[in-house]
């Protein structure tokens, strides 16, 4: 809504909920977030879709992926892939289960955040385990609502 319905930075966002969510949960231990600069801006009727999937990815990272790491980290990295936008969410972590990956026994959340990217950004959600656990969000550029 502070964008007035204009393009809105996917790294403001990004940046924005998981910083939200980290510091209305408690932990024990400090998460260590960075998310890469990018100049990539989304629809303001996509903003409210991805900003769920980040905060459930985020919020799932501190409840489940983060048990046993001395220094919990998430890492966000946002690109482009020809007329796709991708977003790579990582924690350090022991990654998924190979039935996670193979999205055979989803969660809640993780149906959830797979069904967002499918049916409201007309995207496609992935998992893979690469020193932790990593979330692939890939969804069309919008320049239009």
Same mark, same amino acid.
């Given at each position: ?6 393009? %809105?930075? @996917? #790294?403001?966002?990004?940046? =924005?909920?998981?910083?939200? *969510?980290?510091?209305?949960? *408690?932990?024990?231990? #400090?998460?260590?977030? =960075? %998310? ?9 009727? =996509?903003? !409210?879709? +991805?900003?769920?999937? +980040?905060?459930? @990815? ?9 048990? /046993? *790491?001395?220094? !919990?980290? +998430? ?10 936008? *991708?977003?790579? #969410?990582?924690?350090? /972590? ?6 996670? +990956? ?20 007309? /995207?496609? @959600?992935?998992?893979?385990?690469? /020193?932790?656990? %990593? ?11």
């Amino acid at each position: 809504s502070a964008s007035e319905w204009q393009p %809105v930075s @996917l #790294f403001e966002l990004v940046e =924005q909920t998981i910083n939200n *969510v980290t510091h209305s949960m *408690v932990t024990a231990k #400090f998460v260590r977030v =960075q %998310v890469s600069p990018s100049p990539l801006k989304v629809v303001a009727e =996509q903003a !409210p879709n +991805i900003a769920l999937i +980040i905060n459930e @990815l985020t919020t799932n990272t501190i409840k489940y992926g983060l048990k /046993g *790491v001395s220094e !919990p980290m +998430i890492d966000v990295s946002i690109g482009e892939d020809g007329d796709d936008i *991708v977003i790579r #969410f990582k924690d350090n /972590g022991p990654g998924f289960d190979d039935a996670v +990956i193979t999205m055979e026994a989803l969660n809640i959340g993780l149906d959830l955040v797979k069904n967002m990217a499918e049916n409201a950004l007309n /995207g496609t @959600l992935s998992l893979e385990n690469d /020193g932790g656990a %990593v979330t692939i969000l890939r969804f069309p550029r919008r320049t239009k609502m």
